[in-house]
C-alpha cells in the first residue's frame, strides 16, 4: 500500500470519504468551514496531486462533489486564469 498525505487534519470539523477502504484504494478529506485541509490518500495518486494542487493554490472541493468517486478530483478544480496574450 501506498499512504500520500497533503496538508495537515489540524483542526478539522468534517471528513469525507472518498471510495472504499476494503478495495484498499479510497481517500480520506479533512475540512474545517467547508475548505480543504488535508487529503490522506491511500492508492489513489491522482486524489494526492490534485488535493495537493488545490492546496498550494488555496482552493478547494465542495465535500459533496468530492464524495463521488465517478467524479475525478481534478474536475473539481478552478481553472486556471488565462494569460493574455502580448499584441
Same mark, same amino acid.
Given at each position: ?16 470519504? &472518498? ?12 475540512? &474545517? ?5 488535508? !487529503? ?9 496531486? !490534485?488535493?495537493? &494542487? ?9 465535500? &459533496?462533489?468530492?464524495a463521488d468517486v465517478s467524479v475525478p478530483l481534478k474536475t473539481l ?11
Open positions: 500500500m501506498k499512504l500520500q498525505i497533503a496538508g495537515l487534519p489540524t483542526g478539522h470539523d468534517r471528513t469525507v470519504l &472518498r471510495g472504499d477502504p476494503a478495495t484498499e484504494r479510497f481517500s480520506v478529506l479533512y475540512y &474545517r468551514a467547508e475548505r480543504l485541509l488535508c !487529503a490522506e490518500c491511500v492508492n489513489s495518486p491522482a486524489d494526492y496531486m !490534485a488535493a495537493r &494542487r488545490a492546496l498550494d493554490q488555496g482552493a478547494t472541493f465542495p465535500p &459533496r462533489a468530492a478544480l478552478p481553472s486556471p486564469p488565462k494569460e493574455a496574450t502580448a499584441a
